[in-house]
């Protein structure tokens, strides 16, 4: 049951949901900005270097 015409009422009937926070990135123009294994800390030593490249590269 509606007690307004306002196209919010829905939403304020609706239980908050906690959003995930987005992912950390890495400083710009630091080693590790673009690394797809950054967690928000710095690598003891570079994954991105140490791991074998798609085409059989390194």
Do not use: I
């Amino acid at each position: 049951m509606n007690f307004t015409a306002s196209s919010f009422e829905r939403m304020m009937k609706q239980k908050p949901r906690p959003q995930a926070p987005g992912p950390a990135k890495p400083p710009r123009g630091s080693a590790c900005s673009g690394c797809p294994y950054w967690r928000g800390l710095r690598c003891v030593c570079c994954y991105q270097k140490l791991s074998p490249r798609p085409g059989g590269g390194r």
